[in-house]
């Protein structure tokens, strides 16, 4: 399940702050997977299932961080999720007009046609600018959770099928906390039929196919090499092709080291649940071996996400926080399974597996670039929660405004001459202001302690967080809180905070170089 708004994986999002006590055996042991999974072999998802054909796929990827990006060791899994076979929604191919080759230059090229790339596309086109939408024809397959309200303020309420309205949490065996807001399925075929519209009625055209590279004519316009060698110009070609877009585009040169969140789920008819159908589980942590288990595989943190659509028909997922290296998907199945059986819920029906792979952290593109991004390209993914399709889709007009602002009031000449200096700087501030690179910062800076907490840790944090105000960890929660607001949650949580939790803070704080650059961000003006 991919969040949409807000921040689905609420314990990735919480634990930026503060690390507790680390375990007692090496954490190097800890993240090694070699032992469970086969490591990074070349392969190809066929539906098969995982292995069933391998082609050489590292020579797609820039590098071996891109090649993580992408989907690593898992990416066999990842293409099976990304090829999943959705009749209900519409081929764009369909729907929108071709580009025309050889008619003329294009004012803006977008590059990948997922929500990010549909909604930029459709908003540039709406100011009067000639937008061409390149990328596979795909539909969206990912399950999108998302926040009621958020989406209302995108007017995009009638995209979500299913309200619960409360959410919980469970930490252990006592009470669950709730959390008081109300959190949605996104119908995926209605949010993809509804961007499509808006990207059909503002005039977007349309090219099926993969961009192989992105070059500068000598009159300035920018070249979009295709498959087929179909080369399409433009004034300005912008990337919302995904966190793995490192052939395309130029990221900052030692930067933070890629984590990534992975999480298996199914959707499924079962005899009985112990789940209130009113009630959405954000997050459960209770044991489910009852300390059985003393692995590896049962110590790693991992959490049950669950949308009990009805008493008997509920989607489940296994969810890992964040980690250095991938946590298989074959261990989240395992996991889950163990976990469902131990809770007494046997499945009469499966109706759809998921495997969800989101990128976190890494370095921000470089902005002095000539070549936008936008959406995951653009390292827009909440480094602590995986959160960025509401992001997208609300900065959205803004951004093409800025965009379509420029073009506008500069003849083709002077734009060919100030492309440097104007529109590539300009576009990238209003992505990656100051106030958002303090927040980053702050948020890096948890993940690298996300990645050291155990399961007893991340209980521990819990059990302290929801003691602060309301207003507090609901804005935590929401990503509606400033970078001063961040540090104010930071000194709060230290004051309330166990002796454990102080101390780890500190030593993460002087030890780990995320904690330096945290502070050299937020000084600079």
Known sequence: MECVGGTRNFAATAVTAFPTTRRNFPVASRYSFSNL???????????????????????????????????????????????????????????????????????????????????????????????????????????????????????LQKCIEHVWRDTIVYLDDTNPITIGRAYGRVSRRLLHEELLRRCVESGVSYLSSKVESITEAPDGLRLVSCEQNTVVSCRLATVASGAASGKLLQYEVGGPRVCVQTAYGVEVEVENSPYDPEQMVFMDYRDYTNEKVRSLEAEYPTFLYAMPMTKTRVFFEETCLASKDVMPFDLLKKKLMLRLDTLGIRILKTYEEEWSYIPVGGSLPNTEQKNLAFGAAASMVHPATGYSVVRS????????????????????????????????????????????????????????????????GIRCFFHTFFRLPKWMWRGFLGSTLTSGDLVMFAFYMFIIAPNALRKGLINHLISDPTGATMIKTYLRV
């Not at 004012?107 to 009067?128: M, R, T």
Request: aromatic residues 8%; proline residues 4%.
């Open 37 to 155: 999974r086969y490591g990074l072999c070349t392969v190809r998802a066929t539906g098969g299932g995982a292995g069933s054909g391998c082609i050489a796929v590292r020579e797609d990827y820039a590098d071996e961080e891109d090649f993580v990006k992408a989907g690593g060791s898992e990416i066999t899994y990842v293409q099976m999720q990304q090829n999943k076979d959705m009749d209900e929604q519409s081929k764009l191919v369909d729907k929108l007009p071709p580009i025309a080759i050889g008619g003329g230059a294009l004012d803006l090229v977008v590059i990948g046609c997922g929500p990010a790339g549909l909604a930029l596309a459709a908003e540039s086109a709406k100011l009067g600018l000639k937008v061409g939408l390149i990328g596979p024809d795909l539909p969206f397959t990912n399950n999108y959770g998302v926040w009621e309200d958020e989406f209302n303020d995108l007017g």
């Open 393 to 456: 889709l609300s900065e959205a007009p803004q951004y093409a405004s800025v965009i379509a602002d420029i073009l506008k009031h500069e003849t083709a000449t002077s734009f060919t001459r100030q492309i440097n200096t104007n529109i590539s700087r300009q576009a990238w501030d209003t992505l990656w202001p100051p106030e958002r690179k303090r927040q980053r910062a702050f948020f890096l800076f948890g993940l690298a302690l996300i990645v050291q907490l155990d399961i007893e």
